[in-house]
């Protein structure tokens, strides 16, 4: 897409938001345009080195001038990147969630359809719920995903509204199209804001500078040795390159489409990576998991990518252990992408 493009980016201040606003600045894209909720944290600094034209909060009046047609002339929209959205998975308050994961983008997505946009939407790894049918990137088993919280549930109606307008397909009366993202455990700089969402390798790092020791839950599976759940655990930056490759390259791809590693790591590998990154002895305490937590918890998640290798995209990607010493190198300087 020409340099000159313009790109909106929804929840462009978050962790994968403002990734893929620094990526999309490495490659000479300028004319962006940011919406968040900055509220009276620190989620701020994930702004201050990153290049954009304007910035906006998202509240009603936001989505207001979407419905009006206000921001249509002057911002020609040609790309919507949707990550504004709660990404709080243990969020009590089904209410909030369907307003903002589900109304909020409906409003989005029918914006597009009218100004014929290219939207790229956060969808959610979370909607496979336990996994028993899988974690294939299949619109067509959609009905059958059964997520474990309410903000998978957020994610999935989502997904099956677009499934259900035809969104996924070519659209008669519009050039609009629509991808959406599944995202595994998604962990790098600028997620210092997330407080209980933060990931478990920032977590780590605060562990092992503070007392040398990192505290992983124990297993209650015979299958699984404590510290042996697993994960496909994604570096941020690889998290962004793989959603603007569906901008570029994979322009002519629609549907759901898995945003992982497509591998499986133990928490016992993150703990250790993180060692090593910082140069520590290992030292891993087990302890007990909270009750409320025991039934829902996941021993295994893994996303195919087949789909998304298979579309073209075939850059390699951070392993665990490049990724914990790219991470790290931030961290001891509290540093932010672009500092």
Same mark, same amino acid.
């Given at each position: 897409?020409?340099?000159?493009? $313009?790109?909106?980016?929804?929840?462009? &201040?978050?962790?994968?938001?403002?990734? +893929?606003?620094?990526?999309?600045?490495?490659?000479?894209?300028?004319?962006?345009?940011?919406?968040?909720?900055?509220?009276?944290? =620190?989620?701020?600094?994930?702004?201050? &080195?990153?290049?954009?034209?304007?910035?906006?909060?998202?509240? !009603?009046? @936001?989505?207001?001038?979407?419905?009006?047609?206000?921001? =249509?002339?002057?911002?020609?929209?040609?790309?919507? @990147?949707?990550?504004?959205?709660?990404?709080? %998975?243990?969020?009590?308050?089904? !209410?909030?969630?369907?307003?903002?994961?589900?109304?909020?983008?409906?409003?989005?997505?029918?914006?597009?359809?009218?100004?014929?946009?290219?939207?790229?939407? #956060?969808?959610?790894?979370?909607?496979?719920?336990?996994?028993?049918?899988? @974690?294939?990137?299949?619109?067509?088993?959609?009905?059958?995903?059964?997520?474990?919280?309410?903000?998978?549930? !957020?994610?999935?109606?989502?997904?099956?509204?677009?499934?259900?307008?035809?969104?996924?397909?070519?659209?008669? %009366?519009?050039?609009?199209?629509?991808?959406?993202?599944?995202?595994?455990?998604?962990?790098?700089?600028?997620?210092?804001?997330?407080?209980? /969402?933060?990931? /478990?390798?920032?977590?780590? @790092?605060?562990?092992?500078?503070?007392?040398?020791?990192? &505290?992983?839950?124990?297993?209650?599976?015979?299958?699984?040795?404590?510290?042996?759940?697993?994960?496909?655990?994604?570096?941020?930056?690889? &998290?962004?390159?793989?959603?603007?490759?569906?901008?570029?390259?994979?322009? #002519?791809?629609?549907?759901?489409?898995? +945003?992982?590693?497509? =591998?499986?790591?133990? $928490?016992?590998?993150?703990?250790?990576?993180?060692?090593?990154?910082?140069?520590?002895?290992?030292? +891993?305490?087990?302890?007990?998991?909270?009750?409320?937590?025991?039934?829902?918890?996941?021993?295994?998640?893994?996303?195919?990518?087949?789909?998304?290798?298979?579309?073209?995209?075939?850059?390699?990607?951070?392993?665990? =252990?490049?990724?914990?010493?790219?991470?790290?190198?931030?961290?001891?300087?509290?540093?932010?992408?672009?500092?």
């Amino acid at each position: 897409m020409d340099k000159n493009s $313009w790109i909106l980016v929804t929840g462009g &201040a978050g962790l994968i938001g403002s990734a +893929i606003v620094y990526e999309l600045n490495q490659m000479g894209y300028r004319n962006i345009v940011i919406v968040d909720h900055l509220g009276e944290g =620190e989620k701020w600094q994930n702004l201050r &080195a990153l290049d954009f034209v304007d910035y906006a909060e998202k509240d !009603s009046a @936001f989505y207001e001038m979407l419905a009006a047609g206000d921001l =249509e002339e002057e911002y020609p929209f040609e790309v919507v @990147f949707h990550l504004g959205n709660c990404s709080d %998975t243990t969020e009590p308050d089904a !209410s909030y969630l369907i307003g903002n994961n589900f109304d909020c983008g409906k409003l989005l997505a029918d914006y597009c359809v009218r100004r014929g946009i290219r939207m790229i939407y #956060a969808s959610s790894a979370a909607t496979y719920g336990d996994g028993e049918v899988g @974690f294939v990137d299949d619109e067509t088993e959609l009905e059958k995903l059964r997520p474990l919280n309410k903000y998978g549930y !957020s994610k999935q109606i989502f997904d099956q509204y677009l499934l259900r307008k035809h969104y996924f397909e070519p659209l008669p %009366t519009s050039k609009a199209s629509f991808v959406g993202v599944k995202y595994s455990n998604v962990f790098g700089p600028n997620e210092y804001h997330k407080g209980k /969402m933060r990931s /478990m390798l920032l977590r780590c @790092f605060e562990q092992i500078s503070a007392k040398g020791q990192v &505290a992983l839950f124990k297993s209650y599976r015979k299958e699984y040795g404590d510290g042996e759940q697993v994960r496909d655990f994604l570096y941020v930056r690889d &998290a962004a390159k793989m959603t603007i490759f569906f901008m570029n390259e994979g322009a #002519a791809c629609t549907g759901l489409y898995n +945003i992982g590693y497509g =591998e499986t790591r133990s $928490w016992n590998d993150l703990a250790k990576a993180m060692f090593a990154a910082m140069d520590k002895p290992v030292d +891993i305490q087990y302890i007990e998991m909270p009750e409320e937590l025991k039934a829902r918890y996941q021993y295994y998640t893994c996303l195919d990518i087949n789909k998304i290798r298979k579309a073209g995209y075939t850059a390699p990607l951070f392993s665990l =252990e490049d990724a914990a010493k790219d991470y790290v190198s931030y961290l001891k300087r509290g540093a932010h992408l672009g500092d």
